[in-house]
C-alpha cells in the first residue's frame, strides 16, 4: 500500500505523457494540483477517524486508492464536486445530554482537507495569540498555563460559554469574512458547499442546515475560528484593551479587576453575540473572584472550570523557601475525575484474566500517561483518584486470575504493590510512586 501511495503521480504520468496532462489540465475550471489531493489524504489517513454516510472505512477507501483520489480530484477541479450528507453521532457531553458531530464520509474528508490546507495559511496568521482552540502550535495546555498566571494578576474572571456555537454559526457573515481573506474561487465555492451539506439522522432522515458548521468536520474548526475571530477576539482587542483573555473555541474567559469591569464586560458581549446571532450560555457565563491568601472578600462565586481543569482557592507548597502558602491556581477538574474513572470501568480490565500483567500495560499505559501529562500537567497530586482507581481495578484483576488470592483483597494488593516496585516502569503512575488504592 506505501508503494501504491508512494508512486501514484507518477503512474499518473507515465499513463499520460506531459503534453496530454498540460491538456487535460486546461479543460478544467481550477487548477487543483495533485499532490495537493495525495497530501491531504495522507494526513486524513494519520488522524484515522469513523466511516461517513457510505460507511466506507479508510481501509475500504483505500483497496482502490488511486481511482478514489482521482475522482476527488477530477470533480473538484471541475467545480463539479459536491459534498454528501454527514452522519449524524450523538456523543454524550460532561454535563449530562448529548452533542451531535456530522461526521463526513472518507473522500469528503479528504476533499476537505485540500481546501484547508488552501485556505488554513491565509487565515491563521491573521489569529490572535490568546486563540487556542484547534490551531497549529497551540493547545489547551497553553491557555490553561496563561490563565494560571493571569488570575494571580487580575482579582476578578467572567467565564462565558456560547451555546451551540457550532451549530449556529451565520453562513452569511461567515461567507463575508472567508472572501477576506482569500479570492479562490475553488475555495470559496466548496466551503460555500459544506456549510450546506444536509444531515443523514439515524434514523435515515435528511435534516436540511441552513446555519452551523457541523462539528466533526475537518475544515470546521478552522472556520469556526475565523467567525470568532471578528466576533470576539477583534472586538475585545478594540474594545477592551486592557483586559487580558483567552479563548478556546466556544469556551473563553475575561480578565479584570473589578468586579464592575466583570459585570460591564458580560453585558457588552451578551450584545455583541446577538449581533452576531449567537447567544451566551444563562448557566455556563459566571463571574468567577479569583480567592487566594491575600483576597479576603467573601463572594458566591470562587471557583471556575476551564478545558478539564478546576481553578480555586488551594494551598501549594513553595519549593524555594519550603513554606505553604494559599492560592488561586489549577488542578484536574471533578468532572475529568469522574470521566476516567468511568473510562477506566468500560475497559473490564479485571476481566481480563487471559492477560497478563504485561499485556495489561501495553493496552493501557498509553492512554494513562496521556491523562498524566494533560490532567497532571499542573498539580499531579490531583490525579490520585484516579490512578487510586486503577491500582483498585488490577487487584480485583489479581484476585480474579489467580485461584490464590480469590477473595484476599491484602494479599492481591500486596502482589500489586510488589509489582509496582520491582517494574515500575509498567505504569505511568507507578514511576512516580502513586501504588495506593480507593
Known amino acids: 500500500?506505501?508503494?501504491?501511495?508512494?508512486?501514484?503521480?507518477?503512474?499518473?504520468?507515465?499513463?499520460?505523457?506531459?503534453?496530454?496532462?498540460?491538456?487535460?489540465?486546461a479543460t478544467k475550471t481550477f487548477d487543483i494540483p495533485k499532490q495537493l489531493v495525495m497530501d491531504a489524504y495522507k494526513a486524513v489517513k494519520a488522524n484515522a477517524g469513523a466511516a461517513g454516510v457510505d460507511e466506507q472505512s479508510i481501509k475500504d477507501f483505500e483497496k482502490d486508492l488511486k481511482d478514489n483520489l482521482y475522482k476527488i480530484w477530477n470533480r473538484m477541479s471541475s467545480g463539479s464536486y459536491f459534498p454528501p450528507p454527514v452522519k449524524a453521532v450523538a456523543i454524550p457531553k460532561k454535563n449530562g445530554g448529548e452533542r451531535i458531530l456530522g461526521i463526513p464520509t472518507v473522500a469528503d474528508r479528504v476533499a476537505q482537507t485540500v481546501v484547508k490546507k488552501a485556505f488554513e495559511p491565509n487565515v491563521e496568521p491573521e489569529f490572535l495569540p490568546d486563540s487556542y482552540?484547534?490551531?497549529?502550535?497551540?493547545?489547551?495546555?497553553?491557555?490553561?498555563?496563561?490563565?494560571r498566571e493571569r488570575c494571580w494578576k487580575y482579582d476578578w474572571v467572567l467565564e462565558f460559554d456560547i451555546k451551540g456555537m457550532f451549530d449556529n454559526i451565520d453562513h452569511e457573515l461567515l461567507m463575508k469574512a472567508e472572501r477576506k481573506h482569500t479570492s479562490c474561487k475553488w475555495v470559496i465555492l466548496y466551503i460555500?458547499?459544506?456549510?450546506?451539506?444536509?444531515?443523514k439522522m439515524k434514523d435515515g432522515t435528511i435534516v436540511e442546515r441552513h446555519m452551523g458548521t457541523p462539528q466533526g468536520g475537518v475544515i470546521s474548526p478552522v472556520l469556526a475560528n475565523l467567525f470568532m475571530h471578528y466576533v470576539f477576539?477583534?472586538?475585545?482587542?478594540?474594545?477592551?484593551?486592557?483586559?487580558?483573555?483567552?479563548?478556546?473555541?466556544?469556551?473563553?474567559?475575561?480578565h479584570c479587576k473589578t468586579e464592575q469591569q466583570a459585570q460591564a464586560i458580560k453585558v457588552a458581549l451578551g450584545r455583541r453575540f446577538e449581533e452576531c446571532k449567537l447567544k451566551m450560555h444563562p448557566e455556563k457565563t459566571r463571574?468567577?473572584?479569583?480567592?487566594?491568601?491575600?483576597?479576603?472578600?467573601?463572594?458566591?462565586?470562587?471557583?471556575?472550570?476551564f478545558l478539564g481543569y478546576t481553578f480555586r482557592t488551594r494551598t501549594v507548597k513553595n519549593t524555594k523557601r519550603n513554606s505553604m502558602f494559599v492560592s488561586f491556581t489549577a488542578a484536574v477538574s471533578v468532572k475529568a475525575l469522574k470521566a476516567m474513572r468511568q473510562t477506566t470501568r468500560k475497559w473490564n480490565l479485571r476481566n481480563r484474566t487471559d492477560l497478563e500483567l504485561i499485556d495489561l500495560s501495553k493496552m493501557f499505559n498509553p492512554i494513562l500517561?496521556?491523562?498524566?501529562?494533560?490532567?497532571?500537567?499542573?498539580?499531579p497530586s490531583g490525579m490520585l483518584p484516579v490512578f487510586k482507581h486503577f491500582n483498585s481495578t488490577l487487584r480485583a484483576w489479581a484476585m480474579r486470575k489467580y485461584k490464590r488470592l480469590k477473595g484476599h483483597k491484602t494479599r492481591a494488593a500486596l502482589l500489586i504493590e510488589k509489582n509496582a516496585k520491582e517494574r515500575p516502569d509498567l505504569f505511568v503512575h507507578w514511576k512516580k510512586g502513586m501504588l495506593g488504592f480507593a
Open 1 to 25: 500500500m506505501r508503494l501504491e501511495q508512494r508512486s501514484w503521480i507518477k503512474q499518473w504520468h507515465l499513463k499520460n505523457n506531459w503534453q496530454q496532462e498540460e491538456a487535460m489540465n
Open 369 to 379: 500517561r496521556g491523562w498524566m501529562e494533560y490532567y497532571g500537567k499542573y498539580s
Open 192 to 199: 460555500e458547499r459544506w456549510l450546506k451539506a444536509p444531515m
Open 287 to 305: 463571574i468567577v473572584y479569583c480567592k487566594d491568601g491575600s483576597r479576603k472578600g467573601k463572594y458566591p462565586t470562587t471557583k471556575l472550570d
Open 233 to 254: 477576539d477583534v472586538w475585545m482587542a478594540r474594545k477592551f484593551p486592557d483586559h487580558p483573555w483567552c479563548r478556546y473555541a466556544d469556551d473563553g474567559l475575561v
Open 133 to 147: 482552540g484547534y490551531r497549529p502550535g497551540k493547545s489547551a495546555l497553553d491557555a490553561i498555563g496563561v490563565t
